[in-house]
Structures are given as C-alpha cells and as structure tokens.
C-alpha cells in the first residue's frame, strides 16, 4: 500500500470508531492530501520532486492545517458534528509515528512561532556558536535568548524564517563593562524531505553585534 492510502484508510477507520458513522474514501484521501501540503489527491498523486517514500528521513512534519480548514469545510455537510481539523491532523500525526513512516517532531499549529521559539530555546549553541565572537568581546554572562520577530518564506525546495532577537547577559561587576546586549538576526533554512511538509531540522545563518545603546562607563558613575 501507498502511504497516502494507508493514512486514508486509518482516517476512515478511526472516524467511524469514534462516530459510528462511515467517512468516505475521497473525502478521506482528500483531507490526508490537504494534510501533506496539497490542494488535491490528484496533486499529491503527481509529486515527483520529494516522494513520500523519504518521509522516514524528515525530521520536522508541519501540517498545512490551513489547506485542510478549507477542504474540511468543503465537506462539512457529509461530516458529524463541527468540523474537527485539529482531531484529524492529530490522528494522521499519530499514525505516521506509530506506523514507523516518521519518527521526528510533528510542529501542529497554524501559526509557528512558538514552535520555532521553542526550538530555538532548545538548540541555543547553533546561535550562541555564530555570535561567540562578539560574546568574547563582553564582560558577561549569557544565558537569555529573546525571539522578538519572525518572517515566514516558503519556497518550493525549504521553508525558511527570519528571526530577530536578543541574548541578553550580566555584566561580571569585576570586570570592565563593553555591553551586556547583542542583537542578532538569525535565517533558519528548513530543506524539504518528503511531500510539502516533511523537512529536515534547520540549518542557521546567523550574524549580530553588541547593541551599543545606552551602554556607558562605569567609571562615568
């Protein structure tokens, strides 16, 4: 079987164990496509670029929750009770971990900005490595990372976001003051694996520099 089918077939299977009521094949395999980042099963169908079957080599999975608000929506009147888009994905997410296609993070929201936070909260080095210069260059201790913007680009090879942030220090009272600031930029590149959602975990592009204002002398005060 395909894994587009296999997903189907778990969909259809759980919804009736849950509803009592049968969900068709299309729409099942139309939501799966919706969920893997593409408007039809028919397009789905027609990926050639990133195959499905290198969907164990991703390490990050995002549902395009947003395709399948609107292809939920599309068959609400066949559906029990209000559309559950969030039910569905957390099923398919489910399915694919326990069935061994994916074994990485599944990041399930419609806005990522606290999923990108937390991961960068997770792997600070990959920031804190680029900017160790400017850290050497400081009487401080580091231990914040500030995450104040986000830009989202998605193209058809990666998803890439911009963001811009802060590591915010405290200066050593023994030491002369340079700083205890650096503001930074930082482009997390997600290469894409398998289907419009599988990517590899980010690789970061990162540059900044001591924010100078307000800083002052000590021996000023």
Not at 49 to 68: H, Q, S
Not at 94 to 109: K, Q, Y
């Amino acid at each position: 079987m395909s894994l587009p089918k296999d997903c189907a077939d778990h969909l259809r299977s759980t919804y009736e164990n849950l509803t009592g009521k049968r969900l068709g094949s299309g729409h099942a395999h139309e939501i799966v496509a919706a969920y893997l980042g593409y408007p039809t099963a028919a397009a789905l169908q027609a990926e050639r670029r990133f195959p499905l079957t290198e969907m164990a080599e991703a390490e990050i999975l995002i549902p395009d929750l947003r395709l399948m608000d609107g292809r939920v929506r599309q068959i609400q009147k066949d559906l029990v009770g209000p559309p559950d888009v969030n039910g569905f994905a957390s099923v398919l997410g489910a399915f694919l971990v326990a069935s061994g296609h994916f074994t990485g993070e599944v990041w399930l929201a419609r806005d990522l900005s606290d999923e990108v936070n937390d991961y960068v909260q997770r792997n600070p080095s990959e920031i804190e490595e680029a900017l160790s210069g400017e850290m050497a260059s400081m009487n401080a201790y580091f231990d914040e990372i500030y995450i104040d913007g986000y830009d989202f680009r998605p193209n058809p090879d990666a998803l890439v976001v911009t963001v811009a942030g802060s590591m915010d220090g405290e200066n050593d009272p023994d030491r002369a003051y340079h700083g205890d600031k650096i503001l930074f930029t930082s482009d997390l590149t997600f290469e894409r694996i398998a289907g419009r959602v599988a990517y590899a975990r980010p690789e970061f592009d990162t540059g900044g520099g001591i924010d100078t204002e307000g800083m002052y002398d000590y021996e000023d005060i």
